[in-house]
C-alpha cells in the first residue's frame, strides 16, 4: 500500500490574540483555522490522486478563559488500498455471471463427453454383447486414471475415513445398478430408444420422494408427470425395434440413477471431498461391487470368445473403441459430478434431461436409426413434460 504522511500544523495564536485584545470579549471564543487545501501540485509524484484519500485528524488551537490552549492531532494522509476496497455491485454482478459462467461450461462439456460415449459404447456392444463386461472395464479404467492422478500429483488426493466410504456405500450400490442396466439396454435396443425411456427420470424422482421419503409435491408437479409418462409410452409401443429386456432396463437404471442422485447430494454435504474425487472414490467402490457379478453372469470364456470375434471383425479399431468409451464414461460422469457439487438435485435432473435430448439426436444422425413420427412425438412429449415438470419444481 502506498502511503503519505503529512502533519497540518499551524499556529493560530498571534491572530487569534489581537482579535481578542481588540475586542475585548470575556467570553470564550473557538476559532479553527482553515485547513491548507491538498492539491495534485503539492503531492509526491508516488500519491495517485484516483485513489480515495482518507484523512484521520487534524491539529487546532483553542481558547479557555482567553487563555490559548494548543491541541495538537497529527493529520495523517493515505491512499486506499484496491484490494480492502469495499466491493460494488458491479464485482457483485460479475461473480454471479462468473458462477454461470462455469457451471455453462461444465453443463456443455458433460453433454458432448456424454455423446461421444454414447456414440462408442453402442459401436462397442454391437460387436462385443457383453454388457457386464463392458461395464466393468469402464469403472477399472476411470479408477485407474484417478490413481495415476493421485499418484503423480495432478490432482489432490482426498482425504477420507470410514465414516466416509459408509456413506458412499448406499450411493455405489445404486451407481453399479444403474450403470450395469443401462448398458444391458443399451445392448439390446437402439441408444435414441434408451434414452427415450431414461427421460422419465423425473417421474421416478417424484415418486421416490412421495411415497418413501414422505415429500410432497403441488398438483401441478403431478400434472406434469402425465405426458412424461404418456410420451414415453408411446414412444415405448411405436418403437420398430423393441425389446422387453432393453426397456426394462433402462426403467431399472431410471430408478437406481434417482436413488444414487439423492444419496450423493446427502453425501456430499458437510464433506471436504469435492465432485471429481467423490466420482473417483465411487468409482472405485462400484468396481469392488460389480467384479464379482460380472464374472459370475458372463465370465471369462464368454470374453475371450467375444473378444477374438470382434477383433476378427473390427480389427484393431475395436480396442481403440474400448479404450474411448471407457475414457469418456468416467470423464463424463466426473464432469457431471462436479455440476452437482455446484447446484441442486432439481438443476441437475434438468440438465440431465437437456443432454438426452443431444444424445437422442445425435445417435439417430450417426447410427442412421429408423423413427416413426409417431415414436418421434412421443419422444417430443416425454421431453416437454420434463420442462413442464421443472417449471412446476421451481
Not at 51 to 59: D, M, Q, T
Not at 147 to 175: G, M, N, Q, Y
Not at 179 to 197: E, L
Not at 294 to 318: C, D, T, Y
Amino acid at each position: 500500500m502506498e502511503t503519505m504522511i503529512c502533519s497540518v500544523k499551524q499556529s493560530a495564536m498571534a491572530p487569534v490574540m489581537s482579535d481578542l485584545l481588540r475586542h475585548k470579549s470575556p467570553t470564550p471564543k473557538l476559532q479553527l483555522p482553515s485547513l491548507p487545501s491538498i492539491s495534485a501540485k503539492k503531492c509526491p509524484s508516488f500519491l495517485h490522486m484516483r485513489k480515495p484519500l482518507y484523512l484521520s485528524s487534524v491539529e487546532f488551537t483553542s481558547f479557555k478563559w482567553g487563555r490559548p490552549q494548543k491541541l495538537k492531532f497529527e493529520c495523517e494522509a493515505y491512499e486506499a488500498d484496491r484490494s480492502e476496497s469495499i466491493p460494488i455491485p458491479d464485482e457483485e454482478a460479475r461473480s454471479a455471471a462468473a458462477q454461470k459462467l462455469k457451471i455453462g461450461i461444465y453443463f456443455a462439456t458433460w453433454w458432448a463427453l456424454n455423446v461421444v460415449f454414447n456414440i462408442y459404447n453402442k459401436k462397442v456392444l454391437n460387436a462385443f454383447p457383453y454388457p457386464w463386461l463392458t461395464s466393468t472395464l469402464s469403472l477399472a479404467t476411470g479408477s485407474l486414471m484417478m490413481l495415476i492422478s493421485w499418484a503423480t500429483r495432478i490432482a489432490e488426493a482426498p482425504k477420507t475415513d470410514l465414516e466416509f466410504w459408509k456413506a458412499l456405500a448406499p450411493v455405489a450400490v445404486a451407481h453399479t445398478i444403474g450403470h450395469v442396466a443401462a448398458t444391458v439396454s443399451m445392448s439390446k435396443v437402439a441408444v435414441s430408444f434408451t434414452h427415450i425411456i431414461k427421460s422419465g427420470e423425473p417421474a421416478f424422482s417424484v415418486l421416490v420422494s412421495r411415497f418413501l421419503m414422505g415429500e410432497t409435491f403441488p398438483v401441478p408437479v403431478y400434472l406434469s408427470l402425465l405426458p412424461i409418462i404418456g410420451g414415453c409410452a408411446l414412444a415405448a409401443v411405436t418403437e420398430l425395434n423393441f425389446n422387453m429386456t432393453g426397456f426394462m432396463g433402462a426403467m431399472i437404471s431410471n430408478l437406481a440413477f434417482v436413488f444414487r442422485n439423492i444419496f450423493s447430494k446427502r453425501g456430499m454435504k458437510g464433506k471436504a471431498v469435492g465432485g471429481m474425487n467423490y466420482y473417483a472414490c465411487l468409482s472405485m467402490l462400484s468396481l469392488v461391487i460389480l467384479t464379482p457379478f460380472a464374472l459370475a453372469v458372463e465370465g471369462p470364456q464368454m470374453w475371450a470368445a467375444g473378444w477374438e470375434k470382434a477383433l476378427s471383425q473390427i480389427g484393431p479399431n475395436f480396442i481403440w473403441w474400448v479404450a474411448a468409451q471407457s475414457v469418456f464414461y468416467h470423464l463424463y460422469n466426473q464432469v457431471s459430478y462436479m455440476s452437482l457439487n455446484e447446484i441442486s438435485p432439481l438443476t441437475f435432473s434438468i440438465g440431465n434431461t437437456m443432454k438426452r435430448i443431444s444424445v437422442i439426436v445425435s445417435s439417430i444422425i450417426i447410427f442412421h436409426t429408423p423413427v416413426q413420427p409417431v415414436n418421434a412425438l412421443g419422444a417430443a412429449i416425454a421431453i416437454l413434460g420434463t420442462f413442464l415438470y421443472s417449471q412446476a419444481k421451481q
